[in-house]
């Protein structure tokens, strides 16, 4: 493919992520009491499905193709990055909300809405991680968009419930999630000027690496602690093996050891 058909095809799997969002928003507008326990075992799933993607996978390739010094260098060099980015921008909290916070949360939440660019970053990664793996191959962008996806339905839930018990707005739920997600083909837009698709191989591989480094942070720093909260340990830590032997099946079975 050349750079533009890459930068289309990274647009439209990162607008699956986007549309995700929006999808779990809409599970708050049909029923403002959603089924919790169904989204925990969800988001454990795809934090499995990640979990695969991020070490058999990116962390596996980058040790491959650099070295195992520089493969770890690249590695945690993402690790420490989105831990910068989650350290400094605050987030809504995925916990349910009572209706007694509600409107403390709303207060909270348009102050977050003020910085919406910065709260966004938050996104970005997800954005640069199918840029950069649909620049690898179509494979690689699509696994990832998928694991992705699914990790933003219960994300669209948890953006969408504190503001529908704060405002009795359905709309504006719907509407709030729906922009927090599309924050994700904005990454790709930003990244793809940053990036050139004529990338040295050995810096790609790098890059994905560190791509493998920030989805590792963000399932334990986020995604682990949602699927406990919601569905419990033990029902959580199999839906995530589970989502890892389905992704792993999912992987080229001639992958060099």
Not at 149 to 160: K, R, S
Not at 169 to 197: D, H, M, N, R
Not at 221 to 235: T, W
Request: hydrophobic fraction near 55%.
């Amino acid at each position: 493919m050349d750079s533009q058909s890459q930068v289309a095809v990274a647009l439209a799997l990162s607008l699956l992520g986007g549309l995700s969002t929006s999808f779990g928003a809409l599970f708050v507008v049909i029923n403002p009491a959603p089924n919790l326990k169904m989204l925990g075992l969800l988001q454990g799933f795809a934090a499995g499905l990640m979990l695969s993607i991020s070490f058999f996978d990116l962390a596996h390739n980058a040790l491959n193709s650099l070295g195992f010094l520089k493969g770890n260098l690249w590695f945690f060099a993402g690790v420490v990055f989105f831990g910068v980015v989650a350290n400094f921008i605050p987030e809504p909290t995925h916990a349910p909300i009572s209706s007694d916070k509600s409107r403390k949360c709303l207060l909270k939440f348009n102050f977050y809405l003020i910085h919406l660019p910065g709260i966004s970053l938050h996104n970005f990664p997800e954005g640069m991680a199918v840029f950069l793996g649909s620049i690898k191959g179509l494979r690689v962008g699509l696994n990832l968009a998928l694991a992705i996806a699914l990790h933003n339905i219960p994300e669209g839930v948890a953006v969408a419930l504190p503001v529908y018990f704060a405002t009795e707005s359905k709309w504006q739920a719907f509407k709030l999630a729906s922009l927090s997600g599309f924050a994700e083909p904005l990454g790709v837009i930003i990244v793809a000027y940053l990036f050139p698709s004529s990338l040295d191989p050995e810096i790609l591989e790098g890059l994905l690496g560190s791509v493998g480094g920030v989805m590792a942070f963000l399932i334990l720093h986020e995604m682990l602690p949602l699927a406990f909260d919601y569905a419990g340990q033990k029902q959580s830590v199999k839906a995530v093996f589970f989502g890892m032997a389905f992704m792993s099946a999912s992987l080229p079975v001639d992958m060099s050891l």
